[in-house]
């Protein structure tokens, strides 16, 4: 078994390996894609995103597993014909499932035609979560944590309209989203999913919430990693309430009971809450947020992973940072997240320390993230350590 004392000369062996990989790359990419053809407001852009990931996994008791794969595979093309309006599709090809050759991700039309507001429709990230609304491409940690985790209650890419503005001078951002949601049903998850790429077990509902954030000293983007230097800070909040629209119960029998044994229950309703808060200065770059999801399940009797007699509070705290310690190259990084739920036992925590090198800030970059989890899914007793590396390319 492989703990933190006898992987710490590997960790900084992998690290330097994957430094060497990556200055074998070829030279940087636009991170706002190619235009390949424009003629006034008509254009059309070409971008992807390419994620080699490598994965081990060492629990405390078992053997030790690790998979190479595309975390992410993803072209996307976006275009408009008319003056204020863009339409953006993205599949993604390293995380097809089950008989699925590829998963959809951004499908939308936008218009933007009124004054710093703009309007989306079709399957795009619901308001919530800072983390979340930070893309892949743009995180210090090769994974999101607890409080940007699709599997954790916060909503992922949902099919609605959303909104979004900026008032005061860009000082205070504003975020709205109505949008059908889908859950997977799972004892030890609250899982969310676009109903664009369902299965047929996902329960159906529609969900509305919204965010504000406010950026005193100028606006802060969703990205992780200080390249300015420039002293920002932003404060948000957000809520959302999701209710099962009882279309796809496919669990829980007439008399209302669930007939997974607890493995896979029903959920009737969510409500969430984030406050979340950034701070970028002298290559320092801190995220923090709190998440609280109130759930209940269609059955009011299961008692089983994160559900006690029929309903949780899930809450998710995480606090994660870096420092350049060469500028604009090289960050060295480090998070801590932990989460609960009505029927843990114990908090479930993980605590990761890392690296990212830059060739070309965010466009081209690897990382290194070793991540040590404690009592996973509030077992005492149960943990286990991961490393993650990843090579990113952006175009």
């Given at each position: 078994?492989?703990?933190?004392?006898?992987?710490?000369?590997?960790?900084?062996?992998?690290?330097?390996?994957?430094?060497?990989?990556?200055?074998?790359?070829?030279?940087?990419?636009?991170?706002?894609?190619?235009?390949?053809?424009?003629?006034?407001?008509?254009?059309?852009?070409?971008?992807?995103?390419?994620?080699?990931?490598?994965?081990?996994?060492?629990?405390?008791?078992?053997?030790?597993?690790?998979?190479?794969?595309?975390?992410?595979?993803?072209?996307?093309?976006?275009?408009?014909?008319?003056?204020?309006?863009?339409?953006?599709?993205?599949?993604?090809?390293?995380?097809?499932?089950?008989?699925?050759?590829?998963?959809?991700?951004?499908?939308?039309?936008?218009?933007?035609?009124?004054?710093?507001?703009?309007?989306?429709?079709?399957?795009?990230?619901?308001?919530?979560?800072?983390?979340?609304?930070?893309?892949?491409?743009?995180?210090?940690?090769?994974?999101?944590?607890?409080?940007?985790?699709?599997?954790?209650?916060?909503?992922?890419?949902?099919?609605?309209?959303?909104?979004?503005?900026?008032?005061?001078?860009?000082?205070?951002?504003?975020?709205?989203?109505?949008?059908?949601?889908?859950?997977?049903?799972?004892?030890?998850?609250?899982?969310?999913?676009?109903?664009?790429?369902?299965?047929?077990?996902?329960?159906?509902?529609?969900?509305?919430?919204?965010?504000?954030?406010?950026?005193?000293?100028?606006?802060?983007?969703?990205?992780?990693?200080?390249?300015?230097?420039?002293?920002?800070?932003?404060?948000?909040?957000?809520?959302?309430?999701?209710?099962?629209?009882?279309?796809?119960?496919?669990?829980?029998?007439?008399?209302?009971?669930?007939?997974?044994?607890?493995?896979?229950?029903?959920?009737?309703?969510?409500?969430?809450?984030?406050?979340?808060?950034?701070?970028?200065?002298?290559?320092?770059?801190?995220?923090?947020?709190?998440?609280?999801?109130?759930?209940?399940?269609?059955?009011?009797?299961?008692?089983?992973?994160?559900?006690?007699?029929?309903?949780?509070?899930?809450?998710?705290?995480?606090?994660?940072?870096?420092?350049?310690?060469?500028?604009?190259?090289?960050?060295?990084?480090?998070?801590?997240?932990?989460?609960?739920?009505d029927n843990y036992t114990t908090e479930w925590k993980r605590t990761s320390i890392g690296a990212n090198y830059f060739f070309e800030k965010h466009d081209i970059k690897t990382q290194v993230t070793y991540r040590m989890g404690e009592d996973l899914k509030g077992v005492k007793g149960s943990d286990e350590d991961e490393l993650f590396i990843q090579m990113q390319y952006v175009f």
């Open positions: 078994m492989l703990r933190l004392k006898s992987l710490k000369g590997r960790f900084f062996a992998v690290l330097a390996a994957a430094g060497l990989f990556a200055a074998c790359t070829v030279t940087g990419a636009d991170a706002a894609g190619i235009t390949v053809y424009k003629d006034g407001p008509k254009y059309v852009k070409m971008g992807g995103r390419i994620q080699l990931q490598y994965h081990q996994q060492d629990p405390k008791t078992g053997s030790t597993t690790d998979e190479l794969k595309f975390r992410r595979l993803r072209p996307y093309i976006e275009g408009s014909l008319h003056k204020d309006w863009t339409g953006k599709f993205q599949w993604d090809m390293g995380d097809a499932t089950g008989d699925n050759e590829i998963a959809i991700k951004d499908a939308y039309l936008r218009y933007s035609g009124f004054k710093n507001m703009k309007i989306t429709v079709g399957n795009a990230f619901f308001q919530f979560s800072r983390e979340v609304l930070t893309s892949s491409k743009y995180q210090q940690l090769v994974e999101r944590t607890f409080v940007g985790d699709h599997n954790y209650g916060t909503p992922d890419r949902l099919a609605g309209v959303h909104i979004t503005g900026s008032l005061a001078e860009k000082k205070v951002t504003y975020g709205i989203s109505l949008a059908s949601g889908s859950i997977d049903p799972d004892k030890d998850k609250l899982d969310f999913d676009t109903p664009v790429n369902k299965s047929s077990d996902f329960n159906e509902g529609w969900i509305v919430g919204g965010r504000v954030d406010f950026h005193p000293l100028g606006p802060v983007k969703f990205s992780q990693g200080d390249f300015k230097g420039t002293t920002r800070v932003a404060i948000g909040v957000a809520a959302f309430t999701w209710s099962n629209d009882d279309d796809n119960n496919t669990y829980t029998n007439t008399a209302g009971s669930d007939t997974s044994g607890g493995a896979k229950p029903d959920v009737d309703r969510i409500t969430g809450f984030e406050v979340s808060g950034a701070f970028r200065a002298r290559g320092v770059s801190i995220d923090a947020q709190y998440n609280s999801f109130d759930a209940e399940t269609v059955d009011p009797t299961v008692t089983s992973g994160i559900w006690k007699n029929g309903d949780t509070t899930l809450e998710n705290y995480s606090i994660e940072g870096g420092y350049m310690v060469v500028p604009n190259r090289l960050e060295l990084v480090a998070g801590y997240q932990v989460q609960d739920a």
